[in-house]
């Protein structure tokens, strides 16, 4: 007799079953009929192979096999300063982007973190103060993002607030007992502009938000 995969009949390792069920009960898109889901791996964040019937504009039915990563979802924010045209990021390092030839893993980015067990609004709260310090109450929601929908199913939730420049302190952020060191960085929203351009900014929830807050945010020209 088999032993049970981890994560299925029986508990994984952070205590979780019926990981091999997710996408089973599927009925919203009548051109989609899940058959199976196998669960590849279950580490940190969750890896399956689905196999569904997918009807084709010419009415057939194919059988297609997808592998999706679930990390859960997760929030992110920009922190600006209107009145000093400010911008605050962060930098750490991230192994993923240094094995795929960025120079040092040393990436910028605006303070996020994924949702855990809390709504996004709670959850980008919490990141903005672990990462910058900086605690904000009035915080605007910009949009909802799938980041990488061929693989990842991960859905990502867009914040702004601004913060006060003048009475910031300190340049390190991070939580020592998650073995973070996270880098606090201020730009002027022109500068952090230019670093996109220059390719010192490659980050794509970054860019996304320094772009949208010269389009419609805060810098945006009237």
């Known amino acids: 007799m088999s032993t049970p995969t981890p994560g299925t009949t029986v508990p994984d390792h952070r205590g979780r079953t019926g990981l091999h069920l997710t996408g089973r009960d599927l009925d919203r898109n009548p051109r989609v009929e899940v058959t199976g889901v196998e669960l590849l791996a279950a580490g940190w964040h969750v890896l399956r192979a689905t196999t569904f019937r997918y ?3 010419d009415g057939e039915w194919v059988t297609q096999t997808r592998e999706t990563y679930d990390r859960g979802n ?3 924010i920009l922190l600006y300063d209107p009145a000093r045209r400010t911008v605050l990021l962060t930098r750490q390092f991230r192994y993923p982007v240094y094995v795929n030839d960025h120079p040092d893993g040393m990436l910028i980015e605006t303070a996020a973190g994924l949702l855990d067990d809390d709504d996004p609004l709670t ?14 109450d009035e915080v605007q929601h910009v949009f909802d993002v799938y980041m990488s929908p061929g693989s990842v199913t991960e859905r990502l939730h867009f914040y702004a607030a601004a913060y006060d420049g003048a ?6 952020g991070g939580l ?6 996270i ?5 002027g929203i022109d500068t ?5 351009r220059s390719g ?14 010269v389009l419609d945010g805060p810098f945006a020209r009237s």
Not at 183 to 187: F, G, N, T
Not at 192 to 196: F, H
């Open 55 to 57: 009807r084709g504009d």
């Open 74 to 76: 997760g929030a992110t």
């Open 123 to 136: 959850a980008i709260r919490r990141e903005a103060e672990e990462e910058t310090g900086v605690r904000v």
């Open 167 to 172: 009475a910031r302190e300190g340049d390190r």
């Open 176 to 181: 020592i007992e998650e073995g973070e060191e």
């Open 183 to 187: 880098e606090i960085l201020e730009y």
């Open 192 to 196: 952090a502009l230019s670093m996109i």
């Open 200 to 213: 010192a900014i490659q980050d794509a929830k970054t860019i996304m938000l320094l772009q949208w807050a």
